[in-house]
């Protein structure tokens, strides 16, 4: 029996409050989704998986950029926020990125985008190499993740090599909410990558943008000097 998703029962408490916020929360408004958007390929009339959807904000904007879009989520309450945000405009499935998508065709993908959920996966050669199966033949995988280096110091890790399970308490959503993820290495982000046969073509660390400063200048400030996300653009041979 495959195990529980590390993060899964606090996105399951979350999930209004967080698509309530997903428009705005600087974050990921102001800070990842530019970033990732902006690493991106013209996707008119390609075919996008959006793994991680969340509640669809990222999926909302490549159908509006003329993609055609499979979402996934493992949590059941974001998959309903997903369909009832994106309609008929894209498919949205209950899935877990950890097991095998069997639904998933072999090399039926242009892109690949993964935001923000690759911290709460503990294995992700097994994530990369199902991303490299449903990718065609140059096909594209953009993800973010939490950047090594401030992790490292905001969780107080003692040793910047292991990858260590660890998590903190979120209090944006109205009630405090522990959140799990996992810490690890620059090296351990990027090596299962190449190591299932993608191409690194770029490593992003990101800005925040003027949006952000006029939303939270004190966080802005911070992020302008020392980076919270990485993003990574990969590509299949």
Request: charged letters at 25%; hydrophobic letters at 45%; a negative charge.
């Amino acid at each position: 029996m495959a195990e529980e998703p590390v993060a899964l029962q606090a996105y399951e408490q979350l999930a209004e409050a967080f698509a309530a916020r997903v428009e705005t929360k600087t974050w990921n408004a102001y800070y990842d989704r530019p970033a990732v958007l902006g690493l991106l390929p013209d996707v008119t009339g390609m075919r996008v998986l959006d793994a991680g959807c969340g509640p669809g904000a990222y999926a909302e904007r490549l159908v509006a950029r003329g993609a055609r879009v499979v979402a996934v989520d493992v949590s059941p309450k974001m998959v309903k926020l997903a369909r009832q945000r994106l309609g008929d405009r894209a498919e949205v499935r209950e899935a877990d990125i950890t097991q095998p998508m069997c639904f998933l065709a072999n090399e039926s993908f242009d892109i690949v985008i993964c935001p923000l959920v690759l911290g709460y996966v503990r294995a992700l050669g097994v994530v990369y190499r199902e991303f490299f199966r449903v990718l065609r033949p140059a096909g594209v995988l953009v993800f973010s993740d939490g950047h090594p280096f401030f992790d490292y110091q905001h969780y107080k890790s003692t040793n910047y090599f292991d990858t260590e399970l660890v998590g903190e308490e979120w209090r944006g959503f109205g009630i405090p909410i522990y959140v799990p993820c996992y810490r690890r290495s620059l090296g351990a982000i990027i090596n299962p990558l190449l190591e299932e046969g993608f191409v690194l073509d770029k490593i992003h660390e990101p800005l925040p943008t003027e949006e952000f400063e006029k939303a939270d200048p004190k966080d802005y400030e911070k992020l302008m000097k020392f980076p919270a996300f990485i993003c990574i653009r990969a590509k299949k041979p």
